[in-house]
């Protein structure tokens, strides 16, 4: 492995829409759904808080992702917002880094009845499944917030150009 001090992926990625994405930015969350033995995961940061009586997250997923898929099957997901501490977490979650044994072995999960959720989140959502609709090459997943914990997030993990900051 080598450090560069430009972007690995600039060439690789001239998309200006994805350039674009890249700088608005926000903060980490990671996905999960699924039980015990059918778990995915997902580092996203393109989703969206929309304020109600009933709380909607609309969240733009990789329609190839296997967290996009066993989220469509079960109808119910996990989503909580890392923190500096989880950044690594957030590169194997985004496959840009090995997990050996897998993700899920990278950290405590404890299983809601929403999906295994990160043990150590402070900020997590349980949602459930609205609706579904194909946008660019995204699936836009809209979500019900059935179950909500806001914590103290001291220094969440955001990201930024294609690189994770405070």
């Known amino acids: 492995m080598t450090i560069h001090a430009e ?23 990671l996905w999960t759904a699924g039980g015990e033995s059918d778990r995915a995961g997902l580092t996203v940061t393109s989703f969206l808080v929309a304020a109600g ?7 733009l997923l990789d329609p ?14 996990v989503l909580q917002l890392l923190t500096w501490d989880d950044r690594d977490l957030a590169e194997m979650f985004g496959g840009t880094a090995p997990a050996p044994g897998g993700m899920f072995r990278q950290a405590e999960f404890v299983q809601t009845e929403w999906g295994p959720r990160l043990e150590s989140a402070r900020t997590w959502a349980g949602v459930r499944v609205e609706s ?18 806001v914590g103290d997030d001291e220094e969440p993990l955001r990201h930024h150009r294609g690189r994770y900051g405070r």
Do not use: C, I, N, Y
Request: proline fraction near 5%; aromatic fraction near 4%.
């Open 7 to 29: 972007h690995p992926f600039r060439d690789a990625e001239p998309d200006p829409v994805r350039r674009f994405r890249g700088r608005v930015g926000g903060t980490v969350g």
């Open 53 to 59: 009586e009933d709380a909607r997250v609309l969240a």
């Open 64 to 77: 190839d992702a296997d967290l996009t898929e066993r989220l469509l099957e079960s109808g119910r997901a």
């Open 132 to 149: 579904e609709q194909a946008v660019g090459w995204s699936t836009l997943v809209t979500t019900v917030v059935e179950h909500l914990e």
